[in-house]
C-alpha cells in the first residue's frame, strides 16, 4: 500500500512534469488573465476620464445590444478539432459603433459573464480582449464620424479592422503563455478565420448602420435572427456528426454480441501488424469455433443458439485482458487478437486459457443450462506475412482442433516453428 507521503510525493513529481502533450497546462496564463483585463479597465478609465461616460445610443438599444453580444458567444460553430467560430465579434463592432466605446466595452465584457464552465483564465483573457475590441472599435467609429452611406461603409470596415488586430494580438498572447507548443500551427489559422469574418460581415454591419438611423428596433431583431440562424445550423452539424460516428460505430459492432465485427477486427489485425513490424512485441491471433452448435440451433432454436453467442462473447470479453480484442468473424465464429504475445509458449496458453473460459461452466439460457465447448486455433502475429495470411495460418491451426473439439492447436511461423523443433 502507498503511504501517503509517497503519494504526496508522486503528486508532486506529477506537478513538476507538467501536463501531457498537446494539453495546455492549466496552471499557466495567469498574467495574460490578469494583464489584458487590467489594461482594458485602465483604457476604459481614461476613456471615461478624458470624453466622460455619454452613450451615443438609448438604453434600452444599449441593453439589447450587450445582450446580443453575449448571445452571440454562446453559439459555437466548430471549424475543427481545435478551433471553433463565434459571432460574438461582427456583433461587439456593431454595438460598438451604434452605441459608443462604452457600450463596446459592456458587449465584450458580457460574452465572458455567462461562461460557468470556462475557467477562470480563459474569462478574464478572453473578456479583456473583447472589451478592448468594442473600446477601440467604437472610438474608431466616432473619429471617422460617419453621416453618409460611404462614411459608415468605412465605420464598419474601421471598427472591424480594429478588432481583428485586437484580437490576433490577444490570441497571440494568450496561446504564448498558455501553448506555446501550438502557437505557429494554431495563430495563422485563426487569423484567416478572422479575415475572412472581417470580408463577410463589414456589408451586413454596414446595411445594418444604415438601419439603425430609422429604425433601431429592427437591427436588434435582424441581429437575434442571424444568431438564430448560426445556432439552428450548429445544432444541425452537431447533430449529424453524432450520427455519423454512430453509424461508423455500428459499421464496426456486432448487432447481436456487441461484439466488434469481421470489419473492424480486420482493421485491428492491420493496425497491430504495422505495430510488430514497427518493433512491437508480436500478438496473438485466435479463432474460436463453438462445437456442435448447429445441434443448439436445431434441438433449442435458433433464439437459444443467439443466446449462447451472446454468452461466450461475454465470457471471453470479461475474462480476457482488457487489450484484447474479441470480435465475431461470422456464424459462431469469433476471433481474438491478443496484443504482446511472445512467443510459442504463450500461444499455446493463450488459446487453453479461451477454451477454459467457456467450458468451466454450462451456459444458462432461456430454456435450459447447456454444457458448451470450443476449439480453438491460434498463431503468432509477428509480421513475417500479411493479416489475412496469419488469419488463415490460425484458421488451419482451427481445422486440427475441430478434430477431437474441444481442443486447441497452434500453428506458429515457419521460422519460429523451426526454432522450437531444435530447441
Known amino acids: 500500500m502507498t503511504s501517503p507521503a509517497a503519494a504526496r510525493r508522486g503528486r508532486g513529481q506529477d506537478a513538476r512534469r507538467g501536463p501531457a502533450p498537446g494539453v495546455a497546462d492549466p496552471r499557466r496564463g495567469t498574467r495574460v488573465a ?9 483604457a476604459t478609465t481614461l476613456w471615461v476620464y478624458v470624453e466622460g461616460a455619454a452613450l ?18 454562446r453559439v459555437v460553430v466548430q471549424l475543427g478539432p481545435r478551433s471553433w467560430y463565434t459571432a460574438a465579434t461582427p456583433v461587439i463592432v456593431l454595438a460598438a459603433l451604434i452605441g459608443g466605446p462604452l457600450v463596446g466595452v459592456a458587449a465584450g465584457a458580457s460574452t465572458q459573464i455567462f461562461q460557468p464552465e470556462s475557467v477562470w483564465r480563459r474569462q478574464a483573457a478572453e473578456g479583456g480582449v473583447a472589451s478592448l475590441q ?10 471617422i464620424l460617419p453621416g453618409n452611406s460611404a462614411d459608415l461603409i468605412r465605420a464598419a470596415a474601421a471598427g472591424m479592422t480594429v478588432a481583428i488586430l485586437v ?20 495563430w495563422p489559422l485563426g487569423l484567416r478565420v478572422d479575415l475572412l469574418e472581417g470580408v463577410l460581415v463589414v456589408p451586413i454591419i454596414s446595411v445594418l448602420l444604415m438601419t439603425e438611423g430609422t429604425s433601431p428596433f429592427l437591427v436588434v431583431i435582424t441581429v437575434f435572427s442571424l444568431l438564430t440562424v448560426l445556432l439552428i445550423a450548429q445544432r444541425s452539424r452537431a447533430s449529424t456528426a453524432a450520427e455519423l460516428a454512430a453509424e ?33 512485441v508480436p500478438a496473438g491471433l485466435f479463432v474460436v469455433d463453438l ?25 471471453l470479453t470479461d475474462g480476457l485482458r482488457p ?80 478434430r477431437t473439439r474441444d481442443a486447441t492447436a497452434v500453428v506458429l511461423p515457419p521460422k519460429l516453428a523451426l526454432r522450437l523443433e531444435t530447441a
Open 291 to 315: 462445437d456442435r452448435f448447429k445441434s443448439v440451433n436445431d434441438r433449442f432454436g435458433h433464439a437459444v443458439g443467439d443466446e449462447v453467442l451472446i454468452e461466450v462473447v461475454r465470457r
Open 134 to 143: 468594442g473600446l477601440l472599435a467604437g472610438i474608431a467609429g466616432l473619429a
Open 167 to 186: 484580437n490576433g494580438v490577444g490570441r497571440f498572447l494568450i496561446m504564448l503563455e498558455r501553448h506555446p507548443a501550438l502557437l505557429l500551427q494554431l
Open 34 to 42: 490578469i494583464g489584458i483585463p487590467l489594461i482594458a479597465a485602465l
Open 248 to 280: 461508423q460505430a455500428n459499421a464496426r459492432r456486432d448487432q447481436l454480441t456487441g461484439a466488434a465485427n469481421r470489419r473492424a477486427f480486420e482493421e485491428a489485425m492491420a493496425a497491430e501488424h504495422s505495430r510488430v513490424v514497427r518493433g512491437a
Open 323 to 402: 487489450a484484447d480484442l474479441v470480435a465475431r468473424w461470422g456464424g459462431e465464429e469469433i476471433a481474438v487478437l491478443a496484443p504482446g504475445v511472445k512467443g510459442g509458449r504463450q500461444v499455446e496458453q493463450f488459446a487453453e486459457r479461451i477454451r477454459t473460459l467457456i467450458r468451466e461452466l454450462p451456459i444458462a439460457t432461456s430454456t435450459t443450462a447447456l454444457p458448451v465447448t470450443v476449439s480453438v486455433g491460434g498463431t503468432l502475429l509477428d509480421g513475417s506475412v500479411a493479416p489475412a495470411a496469419a488469419f488463415a495460418r490460425a484458421d488451419r491451426a482451427l481445422y486440427d482442433a475441430k
Open 56 to 73: 451615443e445610443t438609448s438604453l434600452p438599444m444599449a441593453i439589447a445590444l450587450v445582450s446580443a453580444a453575449a448571445a452571440a458567444e
